[in-house]
């Protein structure tokens, strides 16, 4: 006998009762423990149509939404087609939430902004009318964007997605990019994406891997295990013998969104794959930089994550 609740009824809870839709618990129950969010909850739990990853016609992969963090990070088929997003899954928090960690849940996860996440201080985030880390204490906070929040965007998996030109898939609408859950970081004071509170991400289509494409994402943080990023790249690129022909290049930890990167793109694009050439190519972030006074250091920090994710990258894989 199916028992798996129907999708439709799902979001109809959450248009009736109000509260919040909830995958793996690793963020809504911490917020729930803080007192920043009461409730009521509609556990997404017992869907199990939105787990695992299936093989699309023509080489490309659907993740289900409630897909964990810790079967991407080892699954054989990410792995070998999407190593980026395999590294970003296994790099992210802890063992024990990469177990109950969903792609979904990483996708639409809310900031860390400590001021948000203090439930005694009002900020745009919660409804209120301005942002306290903007004059407060904010060097955790973005270098690039202009817009009213200057939290950071949380989700690593995101950043590996845009990378992938992956699309995300919702109940009930056509699919979107990855990108087009965020839009423009400047629309993102009042959430972290655009979804409404009812509308469910059910999948994430990937395109099939480039012949011979290379990938790698690295992590700029202040301590060894189970922190939040500062910065963080991913890479992928394909090479015609040391010929960069193809790049895709994100990062985050910087912006309101994650952030794809096409000016480091066109740098790469057409040109050999030397250590001059990458460390240029880096360096064209710096163009999108408008640091705030505590985030200038971040400046220097994403240039160089960038050229780490990508010397990553064009590094021959070892002989077994």
């Not at 618990?25 to 149509?49: H, K, N, V």
């Not at 985030?125 to 690039?144: I, L, M, N, W, Y």
């Not at 099939?208 to 790698?216: F, T």
């Not at 930089?289 to 240039?303: G, V």
Request: glycine share 10%; hydrophobic share 40%.
């Amino acid at each position: 006998m199916n028992t798996e609740p129907a999708l439709t009824d799902l979001s109809a809870a959450v248009q009736a009762r109000g509260g919040e839709l909830r995958a793996g618990g690793t963020d809504t129950t911490a917020r729930q423990r803080s007192g920043l969010s009461p409730g009521p909850f509609t556990d997404l739990d017992g869907a199990d149509s939105l787990r695992g990853c299936t093989p699309l016609p023509g080489g490309g992969l659907r993740v289900g939404a409630l897909t964990t963090l810790a079967t991407l990070a080892t699954d054989p088929r990410v792995r070998a087609g999407w190593p980026a997003l395999a590294a970003a899954a296994g790099s992210a928090a802890t063992p024990q939430i990469r177990a109950a960690g969903t792609l979904g849940g990483n996708l639409l996860q809310r900031n860390r902004c400590w001021y948000y996440r203090n439930p005694h201080v009002s900020c745009f985030q919660k409804g209120g009318t301005g942002c306290p880390a903007r004059e407060g204490d904010h060097h955790f906070g973005v270098v690039s964007g202009d817009g009213p929040c200057v939290a950071p965007h949380p989700s690593t998996l995101a950043m590996a997605l845009l990378t992938y030109d992956a699309e995300a898939e919702v109940h009930g609408e056509s699919p979107r990019t990855v990108a087009d859950l965020y839009g423009d970081g400047d629309r993102l004071f009042r959430a972290d994406h655009l979804l409404a509170p009812d509308r469910i991400l059910t999948a994430v289509r990937l395109p099939a891997p480039l012949p011979g494409e290379r990938a790698a994402c690295h992590r700029t943080i202040s301590r060894a295990h189970a922190e939040w990023p500062l910065v963080e790249a991913t890479a992928r690129l394909a090479l015609d013998g040391a010929t960069i022909t193809h790049a895709a290049v994100a990062a985050g930890g910087v912006a309101r969104v994650p952030l794809r990167l096409p000016e480091v793109e066109a740098a790469l694009i057409g040109r050999e794959a030397t250590p001059a050439t990458l460390a240029a190519a880096a360096a064209t972030v710096l163009t999108r930089c408008r640091p705030l006074p505590q985030t200038a250091y971040k400046a220097t920090l994403f240039r160089d994550t960038v050229l780490e994710a990508l010397e990553l990258a064009t590094t021959p894989p070892a002989a077994d």
